[in-house]
């Protein structure tokens, strides 16, 4: 079974960047559809982006679009989410997700990192 750990979040004022990796701890990391949820403090889990075994295909909530970009090297096991132009609304605590099934559905993705604060200050 996959194991995953995130890592780069952080305190910054809006408006700055931030970029969250997320490595994979298997040697079949091509095989995996990614995805990164966050969970605000009261809110439920969101689906925030996703990305194909091969990487060519991505997704975006329209609230993180032309702001995030989802990508990802399998040479190196490892998903990225850079986050432009940040708000204090992306406040959060982010999740890189990985499944077996296809991208873009947010259902079924089953193995979970432990999850990185992001928190942006206005």
């Known amino acids: 079974q996959v194991q995953l750990a995130e890592s780069g979040g952080g305190l910054v004022q809006a408006g700055a960047s931030l970029r969250l990796s997320c490595a994979a701890s298997?040697?079949?990391?091509?095989?995996?559809?990614m995805g990164w949820f966050r969970q605000a403090p009261g809110k439920e889990r969101e689906f925030v982006a996703a990305?194909?075994?091969?990487?060519?295909?991505?997704y975006y909530i329209d609230a993180v679009k032309g702001r995030f970009t989802i990508s990802r090297s399998n040479a190196e096991n490892t998903v990225y989410l850079q986050m432009n132009s940040l708000k204090p609304e992306d406040t959060a605590v982010y999740y890189c997700?990985?499944?077996?099934?296809?991208?873009?559905?947010?259902?079924?993705?089953?193995?979970w990192g432990q999850g990185a604060q992001v928190t942006v200050s206005s």
């Open positions: 298997t040697r079949t990391f091509s095989y995996y559809s």
């Open positions: 990305i194909s075994q091969n990487g060519i295909l991505t």
């Open positions: 997700a990985a499944k077996t099934g296809y991208y873009r559905e947010s259902v079924a993705y089953d193995t």
